[in-house]
């Protein structure tokens, strides 16, 4: 089943060089890249982003550090894209990831790991009429 996701990498990817390494990734599964775009974001698109978190004790953190500098923000179309990227992200803390996954060899943080892909088919088209409203 075709479908679309979004992804984000985050501003450690973008410090770290690594936004055509963890491009190349997807690409190479077979996702094809409908939009993309290099972006700064301020604390009314991170809150809108990461809605269900505000809340949380972790989310200051988390807010601080994807305002801090700039982010890729795109949306992949693939069989099963949602899964798909969620399997090459891995584990959320990166050193817990499994070797083989963009956290497992790339990560070392809970925090700055790199990637967000959409969760669940909901989430994809709640993210990609947030960042990419033209294609919602």
Same mark, same amino acid.
């Given at each position: 089943m075709t479908q679309r996701t979004f992804v984000l990498l985050k501003p450690d990817a973008v410090r770290r060089g690594l936004v055509g390494t963890l491009l190349a990734r997807f690409e190479a599964k077979g996702l094809e890249i409908v939009a993309m775009e290099l972006r700064h974001i301020d604390g009314e698109q991170a809150d809108a982003h990461y809605a269900e978190h505000v809340e949380r004790d972790f989310y200051p953190p988390l807010r601080d550090f994807v305002t801090s500098g700039p982010l890729v923000a795109l949306v /992949?179309?693939?069989d099963e894209a949602i899964e798909v990227v969620r399997t090459l992200n891995g584990a959320t803390d990166g050193r817990k990831a499994a070797p083989g996954t963009i956290r497992g060899d790339l990560s070392?943080?809970?925090?700055?790991?790199?990637?967000?892909?959409s969760?669940?088919?909901e989430s994809?088209?709640?993210?990609?009429? /947030?960042?990419f409203p033209g294609l919602a």
């Open positions: /992949l179309q693939g070392l943080s809970n925090r700055e790991n790199l990637v967000h892909g969760d669940s088919p994809a088209e709640r993210e990609i009429a /947030l960042w």
